[in-house]
């Protein structure tokens, strides 16, 4: 069935590290990926999406590529701020209407 | 989000009846009840489209969905038990069976439910 994993469970970095969080999909096809982030006491809020291989999706300087033959799409950040603390999931859209979310990653930034 | 507002954000039950509510105001067509449980992702409970229920993923029968219009759903919970402590996410998306193509999923902000 189709899946979404995510490696990191929980990443700490200091300001303007570089971010990597890894995410992979199992899944028929080309499906949708998404990238949403949640605050503490609030809902995911919709990042970016990409639909077809090759495609990058980007927002607030986070970014990521869909990679089929990898089936990879990696959230990347340049440079990273306290602001950006919080817990972030990759997803997949399905076929059958159902959004599948990743495991999640906490992301904790120093100043 | 004040796009999709819920109602009421915190509620602490005992085993007596309530019901969640949920209001969008960005003219979509789909929407949906999610169950995130402590240091977990958000899980599918039900999806509305058009006013009809199109997906029930297992859900004790003590949750009953309502979609009184296309704007509107409501979560009706009986009985509840200490395992239905968790925040209760309405969302939306333009249409139903578009989420594979990139069609958008927008969350509200939630109400948290403390069973005691």
């Known amino acids: 069935g189709d899946s979404v994993t995510q490696t990191e469970g929980q990443v700490a970095l200091s300001e303007e590290d570089f971010l990597t969080i890894h995410c992979n999909y199992s899944a028929s096809g080309y499906p949708a990926l998404f990238w949403y982030v949640q605050y503490p006491g609030e809902g995911p809020q919709f990042l970016f999406r990409?639909?077809?291989?090759?495609e990058k999706g980007s927002s607030r300087g986070f970014e990521a590529t869909y990679d089929k033959g990898t089936t990879s799409f990696h959230l990347r950040k340049a440079s990273v701020q306290e602001s950006d603390s919080a817990v972030y999931y990759c997803?997949?859209?399905?076929?059958?209407?159902?959004?599948?979310f990743g495991s999640g990653t906490k992301l904790t930034v120093e100043p | 989000n004040t796009k999709i507002t819920q109602s009421p954000r915190y509620l602490i039950l005992g085993r007596a009846n309530k019901s969640l509510e949920c209001e969008q105001h960005?003219?979509?067509?789909?929407m949906y009840w999610y169950k995130q449980s402590a240091e977990k992702p958000p899980e599918l409970m039900f999806l509305?489209?058009?006013?009809?229920?199109?997906r029930n993923e297992t859900v004790p029968s003590r949750f009953i969905p309502e979609c009184p219009d296309s704007s509107k759903l409501l979560l009706h919970i009986s009985a509840v038990d200490p395992e239905d402590s968790a925040v209760y996410f309405c969302?939306?998306?333009?249409?139903?069976?578009?989420?594979?193509?990139?069609?958008?999923?927008?969350f509200g902000e939630g109400s948290r439910l403390i069973v005691v």
């Open positions: 969302a939306s998306s333009q249409e139903e069976g578009a989420l594979y193509s990139g069609n958008t999923l927008y």
């Open positions: 990409a639909s077809r291989d090759k």
């Open positions: 997803a997949l859209g399905s076929n059958y209407n159902v959004l599948y």
């Open positions: 960005l003219g979509h067509n789909a």
């Open positions: 509305y489209n058009l006013k009809q229920l199109i």
